[in-house]
């Protein structure tokens, strides 16, 4: 029975590492101060009580489940109350097929051992559900900050050929916004995209856009919006035009009028190609053209982020007017080639533009102000959004109700770190810029946020951010609500550590200490974190804890998970992380996977819990 079991474990997982001491008798070696043998035997992960007690409910307290009786325990004890007699008949064939599938004979039920198995699979029994979709400026968009693309292109272009991968990693994750920073190169008609005042190694604009075009829908068929930073001549805009219009052909959409008075749908735009920015005037006239030939690093940078890098004050940088006719300074600081080059292509570059970005003259209450006949996007820095929270609140959850906010990390940040992103969530933001080549608690959180509404890049805003009461009075985010719902989480076990990691990778002497940390991130009054005990040598620790977390906004609280190994000497090890949006958590029992500090999901290693709401 022993090798029969092993093989059953082998249709669950993968194989394990090579590198294990594993022996015959299923127990690993751990060598003392080379001295001496530990020998532990490897337990397997077995059915906690509460499974074992939903087994034999469903069953009828026989000793196998039958698919009519599978159906019933995923509609009555798992929510899923749209779940057919074929969907349950087909699970229950892919857990036989997997767990069976070196038998010789057919089985139409499931014992024990199977059910909980199926409980394991997350592709089966995952934890999160998804939504519909709404028109463009009530959705949160998975957002592609330029340091992505700054940081990461310089590690890979210092040896070798630029490289836009990652563009594509990005997109190929279920980014929607993509920044490019654009600059002239050495020659007459080269464009680069860099980010200015760094090191980074520049790309030619032409291989990004047409990565673009070849990635854009590769993990989901909603749009993709460009949001250009251009620091171009008129002529080289008019050059950019052309290699948008030529790249994306039917792919692009531009409105047919000047500007939108309201926002389409992302539903609407499947498959399209959208491009945000200034328009050529604005441009003129905020970055001053005078500059002839190629960029140099240490040169003029209007950018926001670079704005702010240098020092100028966020409001004089941010909110200085856009909408200032064309001075005789500007013109004069145009040759007669520019000038004709930018009456030729400032047209042909403006009427791609379909989501303007500008701000009017004035402070930062006067930029909040929403026209009546147009929309537009407003870019804040993380600092300067800390501000508006505290002094202008719901004037940004007014102006995010018809426009898009851009949050982007303030430019200090040069080692690609990120801001904690549930201000701008709770104000309605719909596009939070990241530095997605790194890795940290506040990435975690937006990969935790886009796992929602099936991972397609973009989320529904709560309808809370979206509403206005009789007096026009919109929500506050500094106002304490009461509570709206109660999440009871409880963490059975662990399991899979094993298969990913050799056995000494979290201890030399002994199999690993494992506990969970279990944080509710959100509104203030709903932020918390409860931890569970430590399972003392054991790959496969069985926890059973219950922690209860009040909410007064589960709408945008997010469940964040870390496994822990515990260490007396020094730091405790990672063992995994996840995190999910508690606004499609389904209920009952599941299965959670876990993963790595960058994000990327373990092959194996993988949670059991119980989600209840109350």
């Known amino acids: 029975m022993g090798s029969y079991k092993k093989d059953q474990r082998r249709s669950f997982s993968s194989p394990e590492p090579s590198k294990s001491n594993k022996d015959e008798m299923g127990s690993y070696n751990y060598k003392m101060f080379n ?21 034999s409910k469903f069953s009828d307290g026989g000793s196998h489940m039958m698919a009519d009786q599978l159906r019933r325990f995923l509609v009555l004890h798992q929510d899923e109350l749209h779940c057919t007699l074929a ?98 190169g050495s020659s007459k008609d080269e464009i680069l995209v860099l980010h200015g005042r760094t090191l980074t190694t520049p790309v030619p604009l032409i291989k990004c856009l047409k990565s673009i075009r070849d990635y854009a829908f590769s993990s989901s ?52 190609i959208i491009i945000s920015t200034k328009p050529p005037k604005e441009y003129l006239e905020s970055n001053g053209i005078k500059q002839k030939g190629a960029f140099s690093p240490g040169g003029r940078n209007s950018s926001e982020e670079d704005e702010e890098a240098s020092g100028i004050p966020d ?24 000038n004709k080059s930018g009456q030729l292509g400032a047209p042909a570059y403006k009427r791609l533009i379909t989501i303007h970005a500008g701000k009017p003259k004035g402070q930062l209450k006067d930029a909040l102000k929403v026209a009546v006949d147009k929309v537009r996007r407003l870019s804040l820095s993380e600092q300067e959004l800390e501000k508006a929270a505290t002094t202008n609140g719901t004037d940004v959850v007014r102006f995010t109700q018809n426009n898009i906010l851009r949050i982007y990390p303030k430019g200090t940040r040069i080692t690609s770190s990120n801001y904690k992103p549930l201000v701008g969530w709770m104000h309605g933001a719909q596009m939070i810029a990241f530095n997605m080549q790194g890795y940290g608690k506040s990435l975690w959180l937006m990969h935790g946020m886009f796992r929602a509404n099936g991972g397609c890049g ?48 979290f201890d030399s002497y002994s199999p690993p200490d494992f506990y969970t940390k279990v944080y509710i991130v959100g509104a203030p009054a709903d932020a918390a974190k409860k931890k569970t005990k430590i399972i003392e040598d054991n790959w496969s620790p069985a926890w059973n804890q219950e922690f209860t977390f009040p909410l007064t906004v589960p709408e945008l609280a997010l469940l964040r998970i870390e496994v822990r190994e515990y260490d007396m000497s020094e730091k405790d090890d990672f063992g995994g992380q996840t995190c999910l949006p508690v606004s499609d958590l389904r209920p009952g029992i599941r299965s959670v996977p876990l993963h790595d500090k960058k994000g990327e999901k373990l092959k194996n290693a993988r949670l059991l819990v119980g989600f209840q709401f109350v």
């Open 221 to 272: 068929p909603y749009p993709v919006i460009i949001t250009l930073e251009d620091h171009l001549r008129p002529d080289l805009q008019s050059k950019v035009a052309e290699m948008v219009t030529q790249t994306f052909g039917g792919m692009l959409y531009y409105p047919e009028s000047d500007s939108l008075v309201q926002f389409p749908s992302p539903e609407s735009l499947k498959h399209r």
């Open 35 to 55: 001295l001496f043998n530990r020998k532990f035997k490897i337990t397997e992960a077995e059915p906690p009580k509460d499974v074992q007690q939903v087994f």
């Open 458 to 505: 973009y989320l529904k805003k709560p309808d809370f951010l979206m509403e206005k009461g009789p007096n026009n009075e919109v929500f506050d985010p500094k106002i304490k609500l009461a509570v709206t719902k109660t999440l009871k989480v409880k963490v059975y076990l662990g399991d899979g550590w094993r298969l990913d990691f050799s056995h000494t990778h």
């Open 87 to 184: 969907e349950a008949k087909k699970i229950m064939e892919e857990v036989i097929n997997r767990r069976h599938h070196l038998t010789r004979y057919s089985r139409h039920s499931l014992n024990l051992d199977d059910f909980f198995h199926f409980l394991l699979y997350d592709d089966l029994n995952g934890p999160i559900t998804s939504q519909e979709m709404y028109v463009l400026c009530g959705y949160a968009s998975n957002s592609f900050v330029r340091g992505h693309v700054k940081s990461a292109l310089d590690k890979l272009c210092h040896s070798s050929d630029c490289s836009e991968v990652p563009i594509v990693k990005a997109l190929q994750r279920g980014v929607r916004v993509i920044e490019l920073d654009l600059w002239p």
């Open 315 to 338: 409001h004089t940088a941010e909110l200085e007017a856009d909408d200032r006719s064309n001075s005789d300074q500007d013109d004069a600081d145009l040759t007669d080639c520019d």
